[in-house]
């Protein structure tokens, strides 16, 4: 009993951390009804104990006065506040209205890896069900799209093949496009546990990260060469005699054609494409075919491509030709970004799967969920991505727009050509936790319910189902997603969504979604499930593809390169290449309101190599005048060896120097994924 007789009314809540898709176990510290700090979870399966600066900070936004608490509507040009009915009343009625004028066709939705699984199972259930329109999508386009499509194609699955402990007894790692310490720091931490213990890191990337200090091989490629230097690693394991053939016989097929391609990719032509020595590629290759079990990360340095796909295909390739797949500590490992990228993609916030990636233009699938839902019609024909909702609406086609959790004045590539698009709707809705720019083109802004205010689900990049647990209430009168898509879809008189809680809805979820079948929230406890668990007998699945792909055999892919959609020219001579910070989480809504975030850095910045700086009489922390095809920024100039000659990089996280002015929306033919890793630009003092 403190003296003054009150008693202070403190707990601990076990939550899962809302930033990366590492899914690290965090204990909410809740004093008096406010959540007043974050701490590691000691036994938690993936972080043991451990959490990066931002999982210690993960309370530090939720009190932020920048947080939205009341429903608004614009009424003038103005946002004004009004209460839960009238807002509700007035998305339903622009939804549906666009609806009914223009066709199901014209309403499109943003779901968000930032949500639970709950609200993103309703979310593509209102769509589907509700305005009968398969456009629904989210970040996970301009992320993981490739490694979606390009490992179903492989292997019949798209989602990180084996989990992030087994790294650690890993012989060669090989990381590719991955920043893995800082942006999945307990991952990276994991890596570096591997290296101490005599594990083999062979880092291909166009800038020099930290674990590239503890590589045994590092290789520094020109940006959008991929698919030329992994065809050029199979290539010398090929000639060398160093496939897998006993696997390569017994579990894949296409291996003729396949050798035939990558026998164009010698280390000499692929040194001339992609700018690595050809000796070290050919060593790059003989370390990762030697090892008995090599594991491959990657992440956005290999999606965020018009080739991302072909990338993540040749990643596949390399992994079937040494029968690195379906064993332990091996595989081909894409490291979800979101805290619930992962398990958006997998309730179905994707225009063209229902939950569990059951196809939506497949006739008994449709049937299955027209039953389960009660409903008839449902459309048979995949819907519109994120980016081509975008083309759509500045083209006056998409009218109305509901966004739960995405801040696309900011993430999408070339913001001018948004705006337009935004600007051009008939109707906008976004729910959001926090004031952001996108809100500046909303009709209604409804206040949601941050990870610490609500129940419900988010699944990790390992696959690992894991619980979200309410620790305090909702700031002002912000609700949780869950219950504003159910108010919005009452509204709109749909049946359907009568739930009183996020286990509820998990109920509903795991009936209609053969990979979570066997899950429950009792079950899911401090520690999750990783899918495919089907029975509520069965252990989960720590490692995919062990016995067979779900697919039969695992595909080889015949790959030419092909060059990213703008390369460097006179006017705009450098590539500029974007990413992220350690200590920032994309738009900055969440870790530029948390004071021991923005304390370490709060300042866009250009990386320029020497020698460029030199060329161009640029000194280090100068203002420069950073310009590509479709528009300018004024930042700071950080003149370092980080990025090669001839390369810049900037980070995309500052709004108001926002990198999404320069970048190039040219898509990936077949996951449409927008080039945000490469596009042609210049400096200016
Ligand atoms: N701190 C922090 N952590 C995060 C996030 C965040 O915003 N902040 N975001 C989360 C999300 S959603 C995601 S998707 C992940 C992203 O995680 P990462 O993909 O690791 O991060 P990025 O900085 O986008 O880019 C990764 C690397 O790709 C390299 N690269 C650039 N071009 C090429 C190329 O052409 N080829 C190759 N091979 N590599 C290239 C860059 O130099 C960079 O080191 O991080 C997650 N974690
Ligand atoms: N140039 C460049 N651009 C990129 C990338 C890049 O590498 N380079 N990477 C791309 C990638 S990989 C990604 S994943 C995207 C990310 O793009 P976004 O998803 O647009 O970025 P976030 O800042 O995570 O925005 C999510 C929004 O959700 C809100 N939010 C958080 N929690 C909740 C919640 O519980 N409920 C609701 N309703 N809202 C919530 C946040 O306040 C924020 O406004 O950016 C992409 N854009
Ligand atoms: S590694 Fe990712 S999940 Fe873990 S604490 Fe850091 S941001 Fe959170
Ligand atoms: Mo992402």
């Keep these: 009993m403190a003296d003054n007789g009150k008693k202070l009314d403190?707990?601990?809540?076990?939550?899962?951390?809302?930033?990366?898709?590492?899914?690290?176990?965090?204990?909410?510290?809740?004093?008096?009804?406010?959540?007043?700090?974050?701490?590691?979870?000691k036994d938690h399966p993936v972080s043991r104990g451990a959490l990066c600066i931002k999982g210690w900070a993960a309370h530090e936004f939720v009190h932020s006065d920048k947080r939205l608490t009341r429903p608004m509507v614009r009424?003038?040009?103005?946002?004004?506040?009004?209460?839960?009915?009238?807002?509700?009343?007035?998305?339903?009625?622009?939804?549906?209205?666009?609806?009914?004028?223009?066709?199901?066709?014209a309403v499109g939705f943003f779901a968000s890896a930032r949500c639970t699984n709950e609200e993103n199972y309703l979310l593509q259930k209102l769509a589907r069900a509700a305005v009968r329109t398969n456009n629904v999508d989210h970040c996970a386009r301009l992320c993981h799209a490739s490694t979606?499509?390009?490992?179903?194609?492989?292997?019949?699955?798209?989602?990180?093949?084996n989990s992030i402990g087994e790294l650690e007894d890993a012989e060669v790692i090989l990381v590719v496009g991955s920043n893995t310490t800082e942006q999945h720091p307990i991952i990276g931490e994991k890596i570096l546990a591997a290296a101490r213990k005599g594990a083999k890191l062979i880092v291909i990337d166009?800038?020099?990260?930290?674990?590239?200090?503890?590589?045994?091989?590092?290789?520094?490629?020109?940006p959008g060469s991929d698919v030329a230097f992994i065809n050029g690693l199979a290539n010398v394991i090929v000639s060398e005699g160093l496939e897998d053939r006993d696997f390569i016989a017994a579990r894949t097929e296409g291996f003729e054609e396949f050798r035939k391609a990558v026998a164009e990719y010698t280390p000499e032509r692929v040194e001339e494409l992609s700018g690595i020595p050809a000796a070290d590629l050919a060593a790059a290759a003989?370390?990762?075919?030697?090892?008995?079990?090599?594991?491959?990360?990657?992440?956005?340095?290999?999606?965020?491509?018009?080739?991302?796909?072909?990338?993540?295909?040749?990643?596949?390739?390399?992994?079937?030709?040494?029968?690195?797949?379906g064993k332990p500590c091996a595989g081909v490992n894409p490291l979800r970004g979101q805290n619930n990228v992962q398990g958006a993609c997998d309730m179905g916030g994707l225009p063209n799967v229902y939950p569990g990636y059951q196809r939506v233009n497949d006739e008994e699938t449709a049937a299955?969920?027209?039953?389960?839902?009660?409903?008839?019609?449902?459309?048979?024909?995949?819907?519109?991505?994120?980016?081509?909702?975008?083309?759509?609406?500045?083209?006056?086609?998409?009218?109305?727009?509901?966004?739960?959790?995405?801040?696309?004045?900011?993430?999408?590539?070339?913001?001018?050509?948004?705006?337009?698009?935004?600007?051009?709707?008939?109707?906008?809705?976004?729910?959001?936790?926090?004031?952001?720019?996108?809100?500046?083109?909303?009709?209604?802004?409804?206040?949601a319910a941050s990870f610490a205010e609500k129940d419900g689900t988010f699944t990790n990049t390992e696959r690992r189902v894991q619980r979200i647990r309410k620790a305090v209430e909702p700031v002002g009168e912000a609700r949780a997603d869950w219950e504003i898509v159910c108010g919005i879809a009452k509204k709109m008189g749909a049946a359907g969504f009568d739930f009183s809680s996020p286990e509820e809805i998990f109920e509903e979820i795991r009936?209609?979604?053969?990979?979570?079948?066997?899950?429950?929230?009792?079950?899911?406890?401090?520690?999750?499930?990783?899918?495919?668990?089907?029975?509520?007998?069965?252990?989960?699945?720590?490692?995919?593809?062990?016995e067979s792909f779900p697919i039969g055999k695992g595909k080889f892919t015949a790959l030419e390169f092909r060059e990213p959609a703008e390369t460097p020219d006179e006017e705009y001579p450098l590539v500029l290449t974007t990413g992220r910070l350690l200590f920032h989480y994309h738009t900055g809504t969440m870790t530029r309101r948390s004071p021991s975030l923005v304390r370490e850095i709060d300042r866009a910045f250009v990386e320029v190599n020497p020698a460029d700086a030199a060329e161009l009489g640029i000194r280090d922390g100068e203002r420069v005048k950073v310009s590509s095809r479709r528009g300018s920024v004024e930042v700071d100039a950080k003149v370092t060896e980080r990025v090669g000659k001839g390369v810049i990089f900037m980070p995309f996280h500052f709004a108001e120097a926002a990198a999404n002015l320069l970048t190039n929306p040219a898509l990936d033919p077949v996951a449409k994924i927008p080039e945000l890793k490469t596009c042609a630009a210049r400096i200016e003092k």
């Design 286 to 325: 003989r370390l990762y075919a030697a090892a008995e079990r090599a594991s491959i990360v990657y992440c956005m340095g290999i999606t965020q491509h018009t080739t991302g796909t072909d990338n993540v295909l040749a990643l596949a390739n390399l992994a079937m030709l040494t029968g690195n797949i």
């Design 10 to 41: 403190y707990r601990l809540v076990p939550s899962t951390c809302v930033y990366c898709g590492t899914g690290c176990g965090v204990l909410l510290e809740v004093t008096d009804g406010r959540v007043t700090g974050t701490l590691p979870q």
């Design 368 to 447: 299955k969920f027209e039953a389960a839902w009660g409903v008839e019609g449902l459309p048979r024909q995949p819907g519109l991505t994120v980016v081509e909702m975008t083309d759509l609406a500045a083209e006056g086609e998409l009218r109305a727009l509901f966004i739960m959790g995405e801040n696309p004045m900011v993430s999408d590539p070339d913001i001018n050509h948004v705006r337009q698009a935004l600007q051009k709707l008939d109707f906008l809705a976004v729910a959001d936790i926090m004031d952001n720019e996108t809100l500046e083109y909303a009709h209604v802004v409804l206040p």
């Design 75 to 105: 009424v003038d040009g103005k946002l004004v506040e009004t209460d839960w009915d009238t807002a509700l009343q007035t998305v339903a009625e622009g939804l549906s209205r666009a609806a009914k004028e223009h066709g199901p066709e």
């Design 206 to 222: 166009p800038r020099s990260i930290h674990l590239s200090d503890f590589a045994q091989i590092y290789l520094r490629p020109r």
């Design 148 to 161: 979606v499509a390009g490992l179903a194609m492989s292997f019949g699955s798209g989602a990180m093949t």
């Design 511 to 546: 009936k209609v979604t053969p990979s979570y079948a066997g899950m429950s929230y009792a079950r899911l406890g401090t520690r999750g499930l990783q899918w495919p668990c089907p029975a509520e007998d069965h252990p989960g699945t720590p490692i995919l593809h062990t």
